[in-house]
């Protein structure tokens, strides 16, 4: 079963930033939460990953709370190229399997 | 273009047929993994291969089976097919086995099965 919660659909403008919440209340100490989107049935795509500290990259950042029981991926300055599904995944210690759950829906609008 | 590729990108095939799905992982990547993603159940973990060993398993079928070849390529083979079978198959690669090492996936192969 997945560990983590997230909004069915969220809706943003163009150009606005996109902030994509996760719960992972359950998560243990050294398990990672990784991000990952999937745009129609293309394959899931790698955005990004952390454990305590939050994290930046090209695509995205990643904010985990101090209490790493919530977690929240922006994208900057979203595009329509960005309306896909986002499964927030923690990452089973001593396993190396993705455990998707059902994601959120953005939607980005004109 | 995430450097993992998936042959073929359809297939379309009866019931109680057997398939072979192929895929190569990203250079230097040990580690393969499988996913089936059908309508009703998701996106699901079916195997995993480091270096040509088997790892993981997750909810693969006994008429479904595996290998990692010595190039590291690895192949999928679907036997007996069911119309339930019918779904999309991603392959993933990653550097090693560690939580720490992020999976790629490819473009996947759709099934067809009727």
């Known amino acids: 079963d997945a560990k983590t919660t997230q909004p069915p659909s969220m809706d943003c403008a163009e150009g606005r930033a996109a902030n994509l919440p996760c719960n992972h209340s359950?998560?243990?100490?050294?398990?990672?939460v990784y991000w990952y989107r999937q745009i129609h049935s293309q394959g899931p795509q790698y955005i990004i990953h952390?454990?305590?500290n939050n994290e930046t990259n090209e695509m995205a950042s990643l904010i985990i709370t101090e209490d790493r029981k919530s977690s929240t991926l922006i994208l900057p300055h979203a595009t329509l190229r960005d309306t896909a599904v986002y499964y927030c995944?923690?990452?089973?210690?001593?396993?190396?399997?993705?455990?998707f759950g059902t994601g959120t829906r953005l939607q980005v609008f004109p | 273009d995430s450097g993992v590729t998936q042959t073929p990108k359809h297939l379309i095939t009866a019931t109680g047929q057997r398939v072979t799905l192929r895929c190569s992982p990203r250079?230097?990547?040990?580690?393969v993994y499988w996913y089936q993603q059908s309508l009703d159940q998701g996106l699901q973990f079916l195997i995993q291969?480091?270096?040509?060993?088997?790892?993981a398993k997750g909810n693969i079928l006994e008429r479904f089976s595996a290998q990692q070849f010595p190039d590291l390529h690895s192949e999928l083979n679907l036997s007996s097919l069911e119309l339930g079978d019918s779904a999309l198959y991603f392959c993933?690669?990653?550097?090693?086995?560690?939580?720490?090492?992020?999976?790629?996936f490819g473009p996947g192969t759709r099934l067809t099965v009727t």
């Open positions: 291969y480091y270096n040509g060993e088997e790892r």
């Open positions: 359950t998560i243990s100490g050294n398990e990672y």
């Open positions: 952390g454990l305590k």
């Open positions: 250079s230097g990547d040990l580690s």
């Open positions: 995944i923690v990452r089973v210690t001593n396993t190396d399997k993705l455990i």
């Open positions: 993933a690669s990653s550097l090693g086995t560690q939580s720490s090492y992020e999976q790629y």
